[in-house]
C-alpha cells in the first residue's frame, strides 16, 4: 500500500496538469475574433407579394448590435468610390432598421435575416431573436430594379465600425447580361509569397465551372521551373488547368520594346515574347495558350502593330494606355481598332474594378459584395443594349485570399445580371463598334527611344549563342527558362538601359558554359583496337547534348570523329572505340560544342600515352625466345652424351 499511495499520486498530478494546461470551452471564447462582414447576398429579388430578403453574416467578439441602413439607388459610378471615403456621396438612408442586437444564432458568427418592402407590400418580417428586421423602400415592386448603397453599422463595448456596401435590386426582364472576364496575371511577383499563389491557385481550382482567364508572364514560369521549391506552386497551377473552363493567355512583361524589335531586324523576337509563355505552360501543365496577349503598361500603336504582324491579332490594354480611358465614359465594353495599328482588335481592362478587386483593406464580404455590385451597376448603365458588353477585370495572384475567391465566385455565379465568361469570345468583330462604342480607339503614346548599334550587335550575339545552347538542352522547361532570361533583356528605354540589361543576359548565358569541362587529366591508351577514357564533368543541373570534336592525325576512330554525348550527370565517363594508334605518346584535343556546332563549350588538349607492343618489342621478345630455345637444345644434348659413356 505504501507503495500504492505515492503512484495514485503521481497519476492524479498528471490529470492536475492536464487540465490546467486544457484550455477549455472559455479559453476557445476568449479567443480573439475580428467584428467583420463574412458574407452579404449582395442580389435580392422580390416575390410576387413585393417582399424580399438577403442574409448577413457577422462575426463578433462578443455582445453587438448591427444597424442596417439603404440609401437611394446610385446614378454615378463616382458614387462607388465615395463609399471608401470619409464622405460618402450618397445623401441620407431612406429605410434603416434600427440597432439590432447579433442574437439570432449562438456562438461568435451571426446569420442575419433582413427583410425589405415595396411600397404597398406585406408580410411578416425577419426577425434576430424576438426583435424584426426589416427595411421599407418608397418603390413599387417593379420600379425598385438597382444598385443601392448599404450601410452596417457595427457597435460593441470597442466602439462603432461602418461597413459600407452594395445591395442590388433584381426585377423586369435581363435583355443582356454583362460578361465579366476574370484575369488573373501570373508575374513575378507571385513568387515573392509563394504560398499566396498557392493558395489562389488552389481556390479558383475548388471553382472547375466557373470560367477564368490566367495572363502568364513567362518570368513566372520559368521561376517555376528553375527554383527547386518551385514543385508545390507548379502542382497548384496544373491543378487551375484541370477545368476546361480555365484558359491561359500570354502576358509578356509590360516593357518589352516590341517596336524597337521590329524596327531593328528582330521580328522574330517579337513572336517569341508571346509564344515563350505557352511553351513553357505545355511542359508545365499540358496545356497551351489561347490566341489573345495581354499588353500590359503603356504600350504605342508601334508596338500593337509589331505584336499583330506577329500573328497575334487580339490584344488587351490597359485601359489607362488608353486616351480615354474607356471605364470613365459610358461607352466601354466592346472591342476595338487601335489607331496606327488596324490589324489589331482590342479590349481594355477596366481599372475601377481591378483597383476594387485586390483592395485588401476591404474585407472579404465586402469587397466580394462592392465588385459584384459595381458590375451590376455597370449594367444598369445601359441595361437595353442589345450587344454584349465585356468587363476585363485584372488581377495578380497571390494578392487575393481563399475566403474573398469563394465569396466573389459564389457572388458572381449567382448574379443574374453577369456572366463569367473566358476571353476569347469577347474578340468577335461583330463587337466592334457595338451599342453605339467607338470603332477605334486612340492609345497614349509613350516616348519610344532608339536602339544604339551596340544594342543591336549585342542582342545579335546574345541570340546566336542563346540559341545554340538552348538546343543542346534536353528538357524543354529548362530551354524555355533559359530563353526568358534572354527576352527579358529586351526592354524599353535608352540604349544604356537596354545594353546593361543585354550584357547582364549575355554574362549570365556565359556562366552557363562554363558549367562544362573536359578532365584534362593524361590518358592511356592499351593500344590499337581498344577504347580510349575521357571524362567529362558539368555542373549544370539539367541535362544536355554536346559534340565531342577529336581533332588528332595519330589517332582512327572507326565512329567517327565527332561523337555525340548526353551529360546528364555530374560525371560522365565515355569511352571511344580507337582503330589505330600511330606512336607511343600523341596530344589530342578535345573540343565540345553544341549540336549545331556553332558554340563552343569548352576545349581542351588531352596527353595520350599508348602502351602497345613496338615492333622493337616483337624482335627482342623473339630474339629472347630463340636464346631459350637454344640454351634448352644445348642443355638436353649435354645430358644426352653423359648417359652414353656412364
Not at 509563394?194 to 475548388?206: E, K, Q, R, T
Request: aromatic fraction near 6%; charged fraction near 10%; charge should be neutral.
Amino acid at each position: 500500500m505504501r507503495q500504492r499511495i505515492p503512484t495514485w499520486w503521481r497519476v492524479l498530478g498528471v490529470v492536475f496538469l492536464a487540465l490546467v494546461a486544457w484550455p477549455g470551452p472559455l479559453a476557445s471564447a476568449a479567443s480573439p475574433v475580428a467584428l467583420a462582414v463574412v458574407h452579404q447576398d449582395e442580389n435580392l429579388s422580390f416575390t410576387h407579394h413585393g417582399v424580399g430578403t438577403f442574409r448577413l453574416v457577422i462575426s463578433h467578439p462578443g455582445p453587438t448590435t448591427v444597424t442596417v441602413s439603404l440609401y437611394s439607388p446610385l446614378v454615378y459610378r463616382s458614387q462607388i468610390d465615395s463609399l471608401l471615403t470619409t464622405q460618402p456621396a450618397v445623401g441620407s438612408p431612406t429605410t434603416t432598421t434600427g440597432p439590432v442586437n447579433l442574437t439570432c444564432t449562438p456562438g461568435l458568427q451571426t446569420t442575419v435575416t433582413v427583410s425589405v418592402f415595396s411600397l404597398g407590400s406585406h408580410g411578416t418580417p425577419a426577425h434576430c431573436g424576438v426583435q424584426s428586421v426589416a427595411l421599407h423602400l418608397a418603390c413599387i415592386e417593379t420600379q425598385c430594379a438597382g444598385v443601392y448603397p448599404l450601410q452596417l453599422r457595427l457597435s460593441d463595448a470597442g466602439g462603432t465600425t461602418t461597413v459600407w456596401s452594395l445591395l442590388t435590386l433584381t426585377n423586369g426582364t435581363i435583355v443582356q447580361p454583362l460578361r465579366a472576364d476574370l484575369v488573373g496575371i501570373v508575374n513575378p511577383s507571385s513568387w515573392t509569397t509563394p504560398a499566396l499563389a498557392v493558395a489562389d491557385f488552389s481556390s479558383f481550382a475548388a471553382h472547375p465551372s466557373s470560367p477564368l482567364t490566367l495572363a502568364l508572364d513567362y518570368r513566372a514560369l520559368a521561376a517555376a521551373v528553375s527554383v527547386p521549391r518551385g514543385s508545390g506552386w507548379r502542382s497548384a497551377l496544373s491543378a487551375v488547368f484541370q477545368s476546361p473552363l480555365h484558359r491561359a493567355i500570354a502576358a509578356p512583361p509590360p516593357n518589352i520594346d516590341y517596336a524597337g524589335l521590329s524596327r531593328n531586324g528582330f521580328s522574330g523576337q517579337v513572336s517569341q515574347q508571346i509564344n515563350l509563355a505557352g511553351q513553357l505552360l505545355q511542359d508545365l501543365a499540358g496545356r497551351s495558350t489561347d490566341s489573345p496577349v495581354f499588353l500590359q503598361g503603356g504600350v504605342s500603336p508601334e508596338a500593337v502593330a509589331a505584336v499583330a504582324a506577329s500573328g497575334s491579332h487580339d490584344v488587351v490594354l490597359d485601359d489607362a494606355a488608353l486616351s480615354p480611358a474607356p471605364s470613365t465614359t459610358l461607352t466601354w465594353g466592346s472591342p476595338f481598332e487601335v489607331s496606327g495599328a488596324p490589324a489589331a482588335t482590342a479590349l481594355a481592362t477596366d481599372g475601377g474594378v481591378a483597383h476594387l478587386i485586390t483592395d485588401a483593406s476591404l474585407q472579404a464580404g465586402q469587397r466580394a459584395a462592392l465588385v459584384a455590385g459595381t458590375l451590376n451597376f455597370l449594367h444598369f448603365e445601359a441595361p437595353n443594349d442589345p450587344a454584349v458588353r465585356t468587363v476585363v477585370i485584372p488581377f495578380v495572384m497571390g494578392t487575393l485570399s481563399p475566403v474573398f475567391v469563394n465569396e466573389l465566385i459564389t457572388d458572381l455565379s449567382n448574379d443574374p445580371y453577369i456572366t463569367l465568361s473566358s476571353l476569347t469570345p469577347s474578340f468577335s468583330s461583330s463587337l466592334v463598334g457595338s451599342n453605339g462604342a467607338p470603332a477605334q480607339r486612340t492609345l497614349t503614346t509613350p516616348v519610344l527611344k532608339d536602339w544604339s548599334n551596340h544594342n543591336v550587335a549585342t542582342l545579335s550575339t546574345l541570340l546566336q549563342h542563346s540559341q545554340s545552347f538552348i538546343g543542346a538542352v534536353n528538357i524543354p522547361s529548362r530551354a524555355g527558362a533559359l530563353a526568358a532570361s534572354v527576352e527579358s533583356s529586351e526592354i524599353l528605354g535608352g540604349p544604356d538601359i537596354r545594353q546593361a540589361a543585354m550584357a547582364n543576359a549575355l554574362a549570365a548565358l556565359n556562366g552557363q558554359l562554363l558549367g562544362v569541362r573536359v578532365d584534362n587529366s593524361t590518358v592511356t591508351l592499351a593500344g590499337s583496337g581498344t577504347s580510349l577514357p575521357i571524362t567529362i564533368f558539368s555542373s549544370l543541373h539539367y541535362p544536355i547534348t554536346v559534340i565531342a570534336h577529336l581533332i588528332t592525325d595519330r589517332l582512327s576512330f572507326p565512329d567517327g570523329s565527332q561523337i555525340p554525348i548526353t551529360l546528364s550527370r555530374p560525371t560522365t565517363a565515355v569511352r571511344i572505340a580507337v582503330s589505330r594508334a600511330a606512336g607511343s605518346s600523341l596530344i589530342l584535343r578535345v573540343v565540345l560544342t553544341t549540336p549545331d556546332n556553332r558554340l563552343e563549350l569548352t576545349r581542351t588538349a588531352l596527353a595520350v600515352h599508348v602502351s602497345g607492343i613496338s615492333w622493337v618489342g616483337y624482335a627482342l621478345s623473339f630474339l629472347s625466345l630463340a636464346v631459350l630455345v637454344w640454351w634448352w637444345i644445348r642443355t638436353h644434348r649435354r645430358r644426352s652424351e653423359g648417359r652414353h659413356l656412364r
